[in-house]
């Protein structure tokens, strides 16, 4: 087989329960794909992302590149080794980071030229340089090169960059090389617009691409644009590919979308939020800052099977918080990464018996 | 059995290979004890901490009665239960750390009064309250309060501080509420002077301890004063109870320590080091954040049994640390924690083999 395979299993309304084969294992979807910036899940061991259930994390082509090297990856034997994550990776194409980081851009019809945030050196990101990155560090699903267009713009510029960023998308098709159990997904961009959604919808499908993802969104435009963005592009994309809302999003967000046919996400949420005192519950959002936890034997959460929840208080994390230690933010985004793992895992439960319409976890009713 | 248990096995010169019992399991001597400031090893899960071989680990009086503060310790189950470290806690007695962190310290007969240098909350510090603290903690090795004189010192005024130290030793033998698997230890003080040394330890053998520390050492007399030093205290300690020289050091330090008739040992140096990118290895010490790392698919130390010598190169911890990622400090505690709990079981296995004088370990030969 050459690209990434993808069986839908199981339909609950819009909602899929699907299988997405690649060349470093199966992932289960609707999954969520923890994020691992610089080659690391920030502040997890690996064998702890995959203990949270984990099969699949996203790489970020911009950091990769400008440090360590994607060439210098490629030379230890590719990303997977390079981190010791023997399972999926998917990296995204540089072209969202680049627009929030770097500096001194420059937009052409070929690419985009800019100065590292690291240390000002000059690079030129293309279509092409970037299939080739994605090709160096070894994902097993590599994205296409778009322009993210920031919220709000003018229609005329949405419209403008959505059209560039079809363009780039069928340079990178054809600068992705074909391998068994690698693939390239498509993004559909056009704003809050729903004609342009469908016509970069269709302008990818007819292109063809391993699976399709809605990007452009989760950018400031609320929940509700969010989805209904979401339900303008679904119809247009094939029944038999992957869906993959980029950067969403918050529990509610996941399942609200699952709901309307997405299979995959990515969000540094989760991740983030373990590092700054904030815990995803079953019973919603906690502070672990918050003097109220102080004395409080109780753990993170009783129904959670992570070691935070397992052999914790919250006054004991509570404390680590106040104490700025290390150990907290390891184990809020253990916590973290988990309850996101076991939502999605409890999100398939449901499509698979029917019972989406009344799914509820926790904090995460849409 | 009341206090904790001890027995030498095996004798190789003036080193011994034996075996401490107490509440909470029995450990191996010689032992290094990992340190866990703040009720936690810092940058470690307690389940990786266990995985590197400790079985007993330190914990400072001083910065947990500011925070969160002995009583809401004991309230949640003792120290044991809130970090979840079910084998055996060392605790100091808050001493060193008065002398060394607090602000505005007036020493009485009564104690050290004192302002936290969290909050600059007023404090009193007493042999009696330190013990009482330690008990609240559950300890199950509780240290005597002393003075440390700072080095260098007139000798009057170490001897002055010595005695001062005697009288506390004794308060606060008296203090301490014997408890089976539970002990005291008394610590030697007299800075650089062998006779002030010898007298310290005979009034601590008249006052009668579970074991006997070293203390007041290693704070810039240099390692061959330090080694003179247990040369002069060793001979008047008991045989049949454990010797602790306080925060020892570097592996070279432990190696010719062991040769003089230590058993237990902690320090900060390898969880420290573990932060700042500096690694024991077998060779000598290695600085992560050297470029020459940079491409190096080599483990850190092809030797070592540990999840950063096992899974990753040079090449990819050179780039955590160079990224700032958590995960570095991770890594490189882990591994130095191995790497001297891997030590000190070679030094065990050297003396019962009585080849303790041949002994090397990579760089740590003394």
């Not at 395979?5 to 699907?18: E, I, K, M, P, S």
């Not at 990769?64 to 080794?81: N, T």
């Not at 990155?133 to 296409?144: K, N, R, V």
Request: with cysteine; hydrophobic share 40%; aromatic share 6%.
């Amino acid at each position: 087989m050459s690209g990434t395979g993808f069986d839908v299993l199981a339909r609950d309304g819009a909602a899929r329960l699907g299988r997405l084969e690649t060349a470093h294992g199966t992932v289960e979807t609707p999954v969520f794909m923890p994020v691992g910036t610089a080659a690391t899940v920030k502040a997890m061991m690996p064998d702890a992302v995959a203990a949270t259930g984990a099969r699949l994390i996203l790489g970020n082509t911009y950091h990769l590149m400008l440090r360590p090297g994607a060439e210098r990856i490629a030379a230890l034997g590719g990303l997977h080794r390079f981190m010791n994550w023997p399972q999926a990776i998917l990296t995204d194409s540089g072209g969202f980071q680049v627009m929030s980081l770097a500096s001194l851009r420059k937009i052409t019809e070929e690419g985009v030229a800019f100065r590292s945030h690291l240390d000002g050196s000059k690079h030129l990101l293309t279509p092409e340089h970037s299939v080739e990155i994605q090709h160096l560090l070894g994902a097993d699903i590599t994205m296409a090169f778009d322009e993210c267009t920031p919220f709000p713009s003018p229609r005329e510029a949405v419209e403008a960059s959505m059209e560039l960023s079809m363009r780039w998308a069928e340079r990178s098709r054809r600068a992705f090389v074909a391998r068994p159990g690698h693939g390239i997904f498509g993004i559909v961009q056009g704003g809050v617009h729903p004609d342009l959604r469908e016509r970069s919808a269709a302008r990818l499908v007819e292109i063809g691409f391993d699976g399709y993802a809605i990007g452009g969104l989760a950018i400031g435009e609320g929940q509700e644009t969010t989805f209904a963005m979401v339900e303008a592009t679904v119809p247009f994309l094939p029944e038999d590919r992957p869906r993959y809302l980029m950067g969403v999003g918050k529990p509610a967000d996941i399942v609200g979308a699952v709901k309307r046919g997405v299979d995959m996400f990515d969000c540094v949420l989760p991740t983030r939020s373990g590092r700054t005192a904030q815990a995803f519950t079953r019973e919603g959002t906690l502070n672990l800052r918050n003097a109220r936890h102080a004395d409080d034997p109780a753990p993170l959460d009783p129904e959670c099977r992570c070691p935070a929840c397992t052999g914790f208080s919250r006054a004991y994390l509570h404390h680590l918080v106040k104490s700025g230690e290390i150990l907290a933010s390891m184990l809020l985004t253990q916590h973290n990464l988990t309850s996101y793992a076991d939502l999605t895992a409890a999100l398939r439960v449901a499509i698979r018996d029917g019972r989406l319409a009344d799914f509820a976890f926790g904090g995460a009713t849409p």
